[in-house]
């Protein structure tokens, strides 16, 4: 590299690293970018998502916070990634500063002026975006703010327009909707009125480019609420797809045994939970991921008890 590099060559180079997921140095070039031009709001964004991909919460966090203090009105995903990084009153306040944002730019996207195939692509595109920034606010109402005195109701304004945003377009292509109001209705015991969100959601995932798949977390947490609902099947078939993205997570190899056994297919719960198990007690298995064996060791046995009771 030229010792003369700017700072946007170097966040270009540092976004390719991060692309091919070489993410220390992408890390160390985007460091450099910020050194050069401390308060240039696109590197900060930048920098705090590829600190976001690397797990370096707090370095995403001081970025983001400082983009904010420099472009208030920036891009409104700052403020949807400094709700998942801060905490209390300031994760609302920015979730909730996040969606001004994105029903302001679906507002100005609704009175554009262009061909009429461009103005359809900007408005399924902001309604997308909004409707996913409402999951994400409604999120923290069913995790770390539900002990707000008003959590159930604003969680649910939020779910359900999120849900009504996608029902209201043409092609149903964003899951997170149904999935975010499917959890809140099982959170209030009512799964009747979760299974056929529930099912939305698997026509979403089943009718999807491979491209657009919902996120990999949002289509594990349908898998478990299908379990809850007495859909165990539809959670196998849906957790047999994750494993081909994913064969390092013991979380969904005990999910694929659990749903293997609900729906009564002993013999592959019991062919997989042996695999599950090796591969935990291999060294090829991080760490953090082996919180799961005690787990796998129990369903194994409870596999072994229905087979000898069968």
Known sequence: MKATETAGEL????????????????????????????????????????????????????????????????????????????EGADAIRSFERGVSILRAERAEAGQRSGSRGELQRLWVESTHALATGLCSAAE??????????????????????????????????????????????LSQQRNDE??????????????????????????????????EVGK???????????????????ELRYLLVFAASQAGDTELAAEEVVKAIAYAESDACPVEEREWLDQLKQIQSEIGEADMEG
Not at 142 to 166: F, I, S, W
Not at 203 to 217: H, I, M, Q, S, Y
Not at 232 to 250: K, N, T, Y
Request: proline share 5%; hydrophobic share 40%.
């Open 11 to 86: 966040a270009a180079s540092a976004q390719a690293c991060m692309e091919a997921y070489e993410l220390e140095q992408g890390l160390k070039l985007y460091r450099r970018a910020v050194k050069l031009e401390p308060d240039n709001v696109e590197i900060l964004d930048a920098y705090g998502e590829a600190c976001l991909q690397a797990g370096k919460r707090d370095d995403a966090r001081k970025a983001l916070m400082h983009s904010v203090e420099i472009q208030p009105e920036g891009a409104a995903s700052r403020y949807m990634y400094l709700g998942q990084l801060l």
């Open 140 to 185: 923290i109402y069913l995790t770390d703010a539900c002990d707000e005195p008003d959590a159930e109701e604003r969680c649910e304004a939020l779910a359900t327009e999120a849900v009504a945003l996608v029902e209201g377009l043409r092609e149903q292509t964003l899951a997170e909707p149904y999935v975010t109001l499917a959890s809140l209705r």
């Open 194 to 227: 979760a299974e056929p969100l529930l099912q939305k959601a698997c026509d979403v995932v089943n009718n999807c480019e491979e491209t657009a798949l919902p996120p990999f977390d949002c289509r594990l947490s349908l898998s478990k609420m299908l379990m």
């Open 232 to 250: 165990p099947e539809d959670a196998l078939e849906l957790l047999q797809m994750l494993r081909l993205e994913d064969d390092d997570s013991l």
